[in-house]
């Protein structure tokens, strides 16, 4: 079987190895706990100090793909990595995922206002004003998502909404997701939902 393949483009920096990042990043599509860890983590990125060792890239487009088939496209103004004992990648601007079938079509877009990936823990977080399009017109909206990569799974800790093509709007706590983001488990649960004219009580 053939392996995974992952091109990438960037503008004005030096070259970087993607393979892992994207690997991590791609696997699927891309959100249990959030712990004490991954606030230790974003609390030090916080912190960093001015001469870490750092790599940056600019106009950032990475293509991952499988067995010659296109499964996912990155593209970010700007990305960080971090060349520290646990190295990480930051996006500290934006980040656009795009995810599509065997047929080349869009299954589903993920847009967030920053992103991070860690690589010894195979996880992948995104924060701020984070949407999850997808190909039926679902929305998911919320203001964290972590893809676990070795669990195959997205969860999130914080509240989460829920847009249904029927405008169906359904809000939860916190929930878990299988890597197709369809068995979806939501804390708390509640909503309005729109009965089409077909439906009868």
């Not at 990042?21 to 699927?28: E, I, Q, T």
């Not at 001469?51 to 990475?62: A, L, M």
């Not at 990155?74 to 960080?80: D, E, F, G, V, Y």
């Not at 004003?129 to 929305?139: K, S």
Request: hydrophobic share 40%; with cysteine; charged share 30%.
């Amino acid at each position: 079987m053939a392996g995974n393949v992952i091109t990438h483009i960037i503008n004005k920096i030096p070259t970087i190895t993607f393979k892992k990042v994207m690997v991590g990043l791609f696997c699927a599509l891309f959100l249990l706990s959030a712990c004490e860890n991954d606030l230790k983590d974003v609390e030090r990125i916080a912190n960093i100090n001015a001469e870490e060792p750092v790599d940056i890239s600019y106009g950032v487009t990475v293509i991952y793909s499988d067995s010659a088939v296109v499964k996912a496209k990155l593209i970010s103004t700007k990305m960080i990595k971090h060349n520290v004992d646990s190295p990480f990648y930051e996006f500290p601007k934006d980040i656009l995922l795009i995810f599509f079938d065997k047929n080349k079509k869009e299954e589903r877009r993920v847009t967030a206002n920053y992103g991070l990936y860690f690589e010894k823990k195979n996880l992948v977080e995104l924060r701020h004003n984070v949407i999850v399009t997808m190909a039926d017109g679902t929305i998911f909206k919320s203001e964290e998502l972590f893809w676990d990569n070795d669990k195959r799974i997205f969860y999130n800790t914080m509240p989460l909404t829920i847009t249904t093509p029927n405008k169906d709007v359904f809000q939860g706590n916190y929930f878990e997701s299988d890597e197709s983001f369809e068995d979806r488990k939501i804390n708390g649960l509640r909503g309005v939902y729109n009965p089409k004219d077909e439906d009868v009580f």
